[in-house]
């Protein structure tokens, strides 16, 4: 047998097994999967149990509890986990060193007609605000920076009063 071959008990190869679902799961998928941690988690409580004598330590045995383990624990962590993949991003990225940087337009800019600015030999998608309420902002405008996402410009035109 398999267990023999490694010089493991059953219990101990069950625990393994559990080691290396969780370790696939994290490393390699990046805990994207609940079938995996839930068989995980459930081989390692499984090869426990059965190591203490709750369990029979038969291989028929430890692969039914570890089965019926990882459905139970798949549907209690279905719902937190799916709730924790749908947490909000933030809307936009106020904190950068790009933020107050001004430059002008090379072509006009409308909530509707985004666009684009070359700046430190990077193309930037540019689009305004959506607090700026007013209508397209022409060719040669000064704009200053609000905000910053990846490869994205928020802008909005410079009042010079």
Known sequence: MMADFFGL?????????????????????????????????SAILTGTLALVGVVPETMTALVAVSGIGAGVLTLLLWKPLKRSQKAEKPKQNISSDFIGLTFRL????????????????????????????????????????????????????????
């Open 9 to 41: 008990s059953p219990a101990q190869l069950t625990i393994v097994i559990g080691l290396i679902l969780l370790a696939v799961e994290v490393w390699m998928l990046g805990l994207s999967t609940i079938v995996l941690l839930a068989l995980g988690v």
């Open 106 to 161: 090379d072509a006009a800019l409308s909530h509707e007609q985004p666009g684009t600015v070359k700046y430190s030999g990077i193309s930037w998608k540019l689009v305004l605000s959506s607090d700026y309420n007013g209508g397209p902002v022409e060719k040669g405008r000064e704009v200053e920076v609000v905000a910053v996402d990846v490869g994205r410009f928020t802008v909005k035109p410079v009042n010079h009063d």
